[in-house]
């Protein structure tokens, strides 16, 4: 059967393109989606009534959407319709697209799935909703979800110039507000992302795998070019790490 991290993910993609089809074309939002009461999949009486639905649903040719996530998406959509930059980001761009690429350094095979794929901007853009979108509260966002190493991997990947996010709130007032990280920033992230990338590698080549601690020592080797150094730096250190 589908797990509970599938069944989320379905429910985030189903919610991300009927905020973007609100957005858009809210006049064709009936025709795709069907608005149902929210069931309880815990208990056997809500996993039949979700499936009873959900055969409704594929008959019509619709995708599923529950009042609450309704309401929500209606509310968060009324208040990006006013953000006319957000509107043109959106216009005639692609969503949730599949994008592969070969890493040309490492050999690894790369995947991305940007929100907002515009097809004549140098742009992509990434709808994050939260709680609160206010600059102090997305920029701690972007950097306990580590958003600012994804930024540059995704410009990079795709060959693009700028990268928005558009931090969308799910609870009263609903406010949308648009961000981008400033160059250093993203600089720096670049460097985070490609170290990811040449240590995945390494790891994979020395079939070694690090701890926490291991891993400090890792990165500090990667920084100062001795990598072939770690495991007798590792063998005589103490194993504790200064913080």
């Known amino acids: 059967g589908e797990g509970k991290d599938d069944e989320k993910e379905r429910r985030h993609l ?6 973007h089809e609100l957005v858009l074309e809210p006049h064709k ?3 795709h989606y069907m608005i149902v009461p929210k069931c309880d999949q815990r208990t056997a009486k809500g996993q039949a009534q979700y499936a009873a639905y959900e055969n ?3 008959s019509s040719g619709k995708q599923l959407i529950f009042d609450d996530e309704a309401a929500m998406i209606m509310n968060m959509a009324n208040t990006a319709r006013l953000k006319k930059p957000l509107v043109e980001l959106m216009r ?9 690429k070969q890493d040309e350094k490492t050999g690894l095979m790369m995947r991305i799935r940007p929100d907002i794929l515009p097809e004549n901007k140098s742009t992509i853009g990434d709808l994050k909703t939260c709680l609160d979108s206010s600059k102090k509260e997305f ?16 410009l990079d990947m795709l060959g693009r110039e700028h990268y928005v996010f558009v931090a969308i709130e799910k609870a009263a007032p609903f406010q949308t507000s648009m961000y981008q990280i400033d160059d250093e920033k993203v600089e720096y992230g670049r460097k ?3 170290m990811g990338l040449d240590l995945i590698k390494w790891s994979m080549d020395n079939n070694f795998w690090c701890d926490y601690n291991e891993f400090e ?16 730096i590792i063998e005589k250190s103490e194993g504790i790490i200064l913080i």
Request: contains cysteine.
């Open 29 to 31: 939002f009936q025709d």
């Open 56 to 58: 409704l649903a594929k």
């Open 192 to 194: 985070k992302y490609r």
């Open 14 to 19: 189903a919610v991300g393109s009927a905020f």
């Open 92 to 100: 005639d761009s692609y969503r949730e697209v599949s994008c592969y």
């Open 139 to 154: 920029t701690k966002s972007i950097y306990s979800w580590g958003y600012d190493i994804s930024v540059p991997y995704y």
């Open 217 to 232: 020592v890792l990165k500090e080797c990667y920084e100062l070019e001795n990598l072939d150094q770690f495991f007798d």
